[in-house]
């Protein structure tokens, strides 16, 4: 089927980023001079810049939707301060505008662009007939990869009809972070085509777990001998653990999930408020090695931690690959504590005991290091054989200290497989049985192939540890998606385009194609 062609309205939020903008509008109107490749047809399109001239935390998804609105029309002289769009509650998200112009534009299909994206030849902009469209998955800033499967920022294109169906965005995103995951959420709510991607083992299987509330569970294991000596010689830690982010503990800056730990300078595995998994240990000068994992979505995974004395390494496999390893001539001391937890970093620690929320299916501790070989094989095993007995690659099974599979519970203890008697006290967690895959379904948007350059621009996520958020609206944006969006306790129905307002400050003329509207939110 031919595609439609597009007369097209590019949205621009804007602010305080001239040099990046003059590059844009240059950039963008060299761009269109050539047809779009799938259509062979030149596109009429006009550049909205919509301005925020106030000093209030940046409100992308507020922007966009003045722009969305002003796309609608050309009379501008007889907008007035505090304005606020009317809606024919009959026919909802239709506008009824009162004493001003129908749009002699009529635009068929809208592009919501950040200006930091110069969109390379393979970027096909033609009408998105279907469904909404992701464009900007691909980005030098990330050397051209996907950088989460539901990423759905930085440029998308929508049809009249599909963005006035979600309500536009939300208009309560303040500062970064979260406005495109809201976005997707109402494009799934109210009924949009959007994809469906698979992650994780898909072999269906029997496994026990223990499932974690995120507030008080924990399993408190007594340190043995055995296990006080661990971390004086190569070790390694196995933890296969789905955990769940709905919910967000909003009284601390960052949620990190703590699957095990060795207390004092945490030595464990955790699952972070940026989607990532977190492998950490301290040196001999109580300095964080930590290694982190790409953004990840919430299903079953493999976690191993190894500790190499000989070759002075610390390494971390996610799934049976390598994420990183690290270089450490001497560990921090853990031989002081009397307790490993699993389920937080530690319970006595009230503001920062870091609790897990999900399921932990199987726990291993070796007084070895694994090689990449006998990881790879446990991932593959799929809870299959035990660990207790070698398989395939896996020969390391005399060197167990401690093996959970959660088959053995008595009253509230798990038991000890290895036979080292390693027996952990089961405080608040549930056990529970599955039987299916390891995998999950994750909603993701339909999205084409295409390069776009990355102007230069101040990071606005996370900051160097990979932890705490650059801003901290972005906390309050996090908290808000999770605890109440998606648990439906905000309706996206009565938060968008239907009750917008905003103070209209200006408009400028900036090229033919390109037009400046100034706003105070």
């Given at each position: 089927m031919k595609k439609q062609i597009s007369k097209l309205a590019i949205i621009v939020p804007y602010r305080n980023r001239k040099k990046q903008l003059d590059r844009f509008i240059k950039h963008i109107d060299k761009f269109f001079k050539k047809p779009i490749r799938s259509t062979k047809e030149l596109v009429d399109y006009h550049i909205f810049v919509v301005e925020q001239s106030d000093e209030k935390a940046f409100n992308q998804g507020k922007l966009l939707n003045i722009g969305y609105t002003c796309s609608q029309k050309t009379d501008y002289s007889s907008l007035r301060d505090n304005f606020e769009k009317s809606y024919n509650s009959a026919k909802p998200f239709r506008k009824e505008w009162k004493n001003h112009k129908?749009?002699?534009?009529?635009?068929?299909?809208?592009?919501?662009?950040?200006?930091?994206?110069?969109?390379?030849?393979?970027?096909?902009?033609?009408?998105?007939?279907?469904?909404?469209?992701?464009?900007?998955?691909?980005t030098s800033e990330y050397d051209y990869q996907l950088q989460f499967a539901d990423y759905f920022g930085g440029v998308t294109l929508f049809t009249r009809e599909q963005y006035e169906l979600v309500n536009g965005r939300s208009n309560n995103y303040w500062g970064w972070?979260?406005?495109?995951?809201?976005?997707?959420?109402?494009?799934?709510?109210?009924?949009?085509?959007?994809?469906?991607?698979?992650?994780?083992?898909?072999?269906?299987?029997?496994?026990?777990?223990?499932?974690?509330?995120?507030?008080n569970d924990y399993v408190k294991i007594p340190v043995t001998e055995e296990l006080k000596k661990l971390t004086k010689n190569s070790f390694s830690v196995t933890v296969s653990l789905k955990p769940d982010t709905q919910h967000q503990v909003e009284d601390i800056p960052y949620d990190e999930h703590f699957a095990?730990?060795?207390?004092?300078?945490?030595?464990?595995?955790?699952?972070?408020?940026?989607?990532?998994?977190?492998?950490?240990?301290?040196?001999?000068?109580?300095?964080?090695?930590?290694?982190?994992?790409?953004?990840?979505?919430?299903?079953?995974?493999?976690?191993?931690?190894?500790?190499?004395?000989?070759?002075?390494?610390?390494?971390?496999?996610?799934?049976?690959?390598?994420?990183?390893?690290?270089?450490?001539?001497?560990?921090?001391?853990?031989?002081?504590?009397?307790?490993?937890?699993?389920?937080?970093?530690?319970p006595d620690n009230k503001k920062y005991s870091y609790h897990f929320k999900g399921k932990i299916s199987e726990v291993a501790i070796w007084n070895s290091a694994l090689d990449m070989k006998e990881v790879k094989s446990l991932y593959n095993n799929n809870y299959i054989k035990s660990l207790t007995d070698s398989f395939g690659e896996y020969v390391?099974?005399?060197?167990?200290l401690l093996y959970y599979d959660f088959k053995h519970i008595v009253g509230n203890q798990v038991l000890d497989n290895s036979g080292w008697f390693n027996n952990g006290?089961?405080?608040?967690?549930?056990?529970?049985?599955?039987?299916?895959?390891?995998?999950?379904?994750?909603?993701?948007?339909?999205?084409?192939?295409?390069?776009?350059?990355?102007?230069?621009?101040?990071?606005?996520?996370?900051?160097?540890?990979?932890?705490?958020?650059?801003?901290?609206?972005?906390?309050?944006?996090?908290?808000?998606?999770?605890?109440?969006?998606?648990?439906?306790?905000?309706?996206?129905?009565?938060?968008?385009?239907?009750?917008?307002?905003?103070?209209?400050?200006?408009?400028?003329?900036?090229?033919?194609?390109?037009?400046?509207?100034?706003?105070?939110?």
């Open positions: 129908c749009s002699d534009w009529d635009f068929t299909s809208f592009a919501f662009h950040d200006v930091d994206l110069l969109p390379e030849k393979d970027v096909d902009y033609s009408y998105p007939e279907d469904s909404p469209i992701h464009l900007a998955g691909y972070g979260y406005e495109d995951d809201d976005l997707l959420f109402r494009c799934k709510d109210a009924g949009l085509p959007v994809g469906n991607k698979f992650f994780g083992i898909n072999k269906t299987n029997l496994f026990d777990y223990l499932a974690f509330d995120g507030y095990f730990s060795i207390p004092g300078y945490h030595c464990g595995l955790s699952y972070t408020s940026h989607r990532r998994y977190k492998a950490d240990i301290f040196d001999s000068d109580s300095k964080s090695q930590a290694i982190l994992t790409d953004i990840e979505t919430e299903y079953f995974n493999h976690l191993t931690m190894v500790y190499n004395k000989e070759a002075d390494r610390f390494t971390f496999y996610q799934n049976g690959k390598i994420v990183d390893s690290k270089k450490i001539e001497k560990l921090y001391d853990y031989t002081k504590e009397d307790f490993i937890y699993l389920g937080c970093a530690h390391s099974s005399n060197n167990l006290d089961i405080v608040g967690a549930k056990k529970g049985q599955k039987v299916g895959s390891l995998g999950t379904f994750l909603t993701v948007p339909h999205r084409r192939y295409g390069g776009f350059s990355s102007q230069e621009h101040k990071k606005s996520a996370w900051a160097a540890d990979g932890l705490h958020w650059i801003h901290p609206e972005t906390r309050g944006n996090q908290t808000r998606f999770f605890n109440k969006v998606k648990n439906g306790l905000e309706d996206w129905h009565i938060d968008g385009l239907n009750t917008l307002k905003y103070k209209f400050v200006d408009k400028k003329e900036l090229s033919d194609n390109t037009t400046l509207i100034s706003v105070e939110l």
